[in-house]
């Protein structure tokens, strides 16, 4: 059965902290790996990896993907209170993308 | 930009009520999505669409069908509403091709069954 498991669930940190956000999968037919940002509506896009080892960045975010361990990270550095969110993994798997519970991420002031 | 449009933002139905939730894509997108979010359940797919009148069962197909007469149109249908089926609802569309797999949302439809 497929399975994403992220965690933490929960993270509460201060502004200007770093943190790191994991994402586990274990899918069947994977091509890739999505991660979302969700405040109060629709999630929108971050990254997609494709490639192992090859770090994408955005700002203060980046992330990086291990095909062979089967995991990808997701970092925020500097953080600030406009990045509390819950963020999302999402395995492709032949086009349709299987989500994570998400990490839900408070920065506090 | 791509825009996905879910008809409703807030739904409230009866038990035992047929649902119609609607999305529209205006990017010509080929696949299509519905999604329901629950509470430490994250997003869990309910039907996917690659093609007009074309449709594929998700993880939890139970109790909805769906609908793909255009392109750009994607249905979920629930035909006889319960309250298990309170929820919030995701539309998504992607392109399709190749490893261009990223998908856009729409803004969600929150449904209440009473």
């Known amino acids: 059965e497929d399975k994403v498991v992220q965690s933490p669930l929960s993270l509460v940190v201060h502004e200007g902290d770093t943190v790191t956000l994991n994402c586990s999968y274990e899918?069947?037919?994977?091509?890739?790996l999505l991660w979302y940002k969700q405040e109060k509506k629709a999630p929108t896009f971050l990254f997609m990896l494709?490639?192992?080892?090859i770090e994408k960045k955005s700002g203060r975010l980046s992330s990086i993907l291990d095909k062979k361990e089967l995991f990808s990270i997701l970092n925020i550095t500097a953080t600030q209170t406009g990045d509390s969110a819950v963020y999302l993994c999402a395995p492709d798997q032949a086009q349709k993308l299987v989500f994570g519970q998400g990490t839900r991420l408070t920065i506090n002031p | 930009d791509v825009k996905v449009t879910q008809s409703s933002r807030y739904l409230v139905k009866r038990t035992g009520e047929k649902v119609f939730l609607e999305c529209v894509q205006d990017?010509?997108?080929?696949?299509m999505f519905w999604y329901r979010q629950d509470p430490g359940l994250g997003l869990r797919l309910i039907y996917f669409s690659y093609d007009v009148k074309m449709k594929e069962k998700g993880d939890i197909p139970e109790g909805y069908s769906v609908s793909r007469e255009k392109k750009e149109r994607f249905s979920l249908i629930l035909e006889s509403a319960s309250t298990n089926q309170t929820s919030m609802y995701l539309c998504?569309?992607?392109?399709?091709?190749?490893?261009?797999?990223?998908?856009?949302f729409g803004q969600g439809t929150r449904l209440t069954v009473v």
């Open positions: 494709t490639s192992s080892g």
């Open positions: 990017m010509d997108h080929e696949n």
């Open positions: 998504a569309s992607s392109l399709g091709s190749g490893f261009r797999t990223e998908a856009f």
């Open positions: 899918v069947t037919n994977f091509r890739s």
